[in-house]
């Protein structure tokens, strides 16, 4: 396995990224194009758009949902890690991150944590910037 850095962290599966999603897209602007020729009642037309439709929002909320839950994951152990480090709660810091910020700080080493989560408060880095100025990535081969 490669070691994960900024430019290879992202993660695609292939059955819901290039299999589920596209099929399950590729109905509903089918049964969109559909539900506006022949000789159908409305509920007819219709009833095809709301399946496919629901079927598509299906898989992008199942997808939703696992990656809130990690996010959720990836809160604690920075908690955890926090405590860990200093001895303290991460409460206080924790207040002054937003979400993406949380989880880009998770791929930093123990080393570096501290500083960037400092400097990611002080500076209002973006999920990007702290990615990038990562010198010794930690990574995360479980991430959803």
Same mark, same amino acid.
Do not use: C
């Given at each position: 396995?490669?070691n994960?850095?900024?430019?290879?962290?992202?993660?695609?599966?292939?059955l819901?990224?290039?299999?589920?999603t596209?099929?399950?897209?590729?109905?509903?602007?089918?049964?969109?194009?559909? &539900?506006?020729?022949?000789d159908?009642?409305?509920? !007819? +037309?219709?009833?095809?758009?709301?399946?496919? #439709?629901?079927? %598509?929002? @299906?898989g992008?909320? &199942?997808?939703?949902?696992?990656?809130?839950?990690q !996010? +959720?994951?990836?809160?604690?152990?920075?908690? #955890?890690?926090y %405590?860990? @480090?200093?001895?303290?709660?991460?409460?206080?810091?924790?207040?002054?991150?937003? +979400?993406?910020?949380?989880?880009?700080?998770?791929?930093?080493s123990?080393?570096?944590?501290?500083?960037?989560?400092d400097?990611?408060?002080?500076?209002?880095?973006?999920?990007?910037?702290?990615?990038?100025?990562?010198?010794?990535?930690?990574?995360?081969?479980?991430?959803?």
């Amino acid at each position: 396995m490669t070691n994960q850095n900024f430019s290879n962290h992202a993660r695609y599966r292939p059955l819901h990224h290039f299999i589920i999603t596209p099929l399950t897209l590729i109905g509903v602007i089918w049964s969109v194009l559909h &539900a506006f020729g022949d000789d159908l009642s409305t509920f !007819d +037309r219709l009833f095809p758009v709301i399946i496919a #439709l629901a079927l %598509f929002l @299906l898989g992008i909320q &199942a997808r939703l949902y696992g990656n809130e839950n990690q !996010d +959720r994951i990836i809160r604690l152990e920075l908690r #955890l890690r926090y %405590f860990h @480090l200093t001895g303290q709660s991460f409460t206080e810091k924790e207040s002054q991150l937003r +979400r993406g910020q949380i989880v880009a700080l998770r791929f930093a080493s123990d080393e570096e944590f501290l500083s960037l989560l400092d400097r990611a408060i002080a500076e209002g880095m973006t999920s990007k910037e702290i990615k990038v100025a990562i010198q010794s990535w930690r990574g995360d081969y479980w991430r959803v």
